[in-house]
C-alpha cells in the first residue's frame, strides 16, 4: 500500500484547502484511513478517519471546520479544510490501518502513512 498526498499550500487565516490521498495498490484489508499532522516540536496528532463502513471520527480542533471523505472508485481520500487557523499549520499526512481501532485516531493504531503535504496558514 503507498499513500500519495497532495493539496497542500500557504493560504491566509479564514482560508480554504482540500488535501487529497491516492492510494496505490489498495487492499481489502484496509479498514479505516485518516489525516493526521505534525507541527515543528510537537507530537503526531489524529485530525480525522473514517472507517470502510462510512463511520466518522473529527479531533475537536477539526469539529466544524474539516471534512473528511472517500471516493471508493478513486481510491482516493480527501480533507477538506476550511476556516483554516494559524495553528493548523503543520505538515498533514494520510495513514491506513488494517486494525480495528483507527477511529480512536491513535497514530500507534495506523500501519502506513504517507510522505506529507505542508499547509502553512498565515495570520
Known amino acids: 500500500v503507498q499513500l500519495l498526498e497532495s493539496g497542500g499550500g500557504s493560504v491566509q487565516a479564514g482560508g480554504s484547502l482540500r488535501l487529497s490521498c491516492e492510494v496505490s495498490?489498495?487492499?481489502?484489508?484496509?479498514?479505516?484511513m485518516a489525516w493526521f499532522r505534525q507541527a515543528p516540536g510537537k507530537e503526531r496528532e489524529g485530525v480525522a478517519g473514517?472507517?470502510?463502513?462510512?463511520?466518522?471520527s473529527y479531533a475537536d480542533s477539526a469539529k466544524g471546520r474539516f471534512t473528511i471523505s472517500k471516493d471508493n472508485a478513486k481510491n482516493t481520500l480527501y480533507l477538506q479544510m476550511n476556516s483554516l487557523k494559524p495553528e493548523d499549520t503543520a505538515m498533514y499526512y494520510c495513514?491506513?490501518?488494517?486494525?480495528?481501532?483507527?477511529?480512536?485516531?491513535?497514530?500507534?493504531?495506523?500501519?502506513?502513512w504517507g510522505q506529507g503535504t505542508q499547509v502553512t496558514v498565515s495570520s
Open positions: 473514517i472507517d470502510s463502513d462510512g463511520s466518522i
Open positions: 495513514a491506513a490501518d488494517e486494525g480495528f481501532y483507527g477511529l480512536g485516531l491513535q497514530f500507534t493504531e495506523f500501519d502506513y
Open positions: 495498490a489498495y487492499t481489502y484489508s484496509i479498514t479505516c
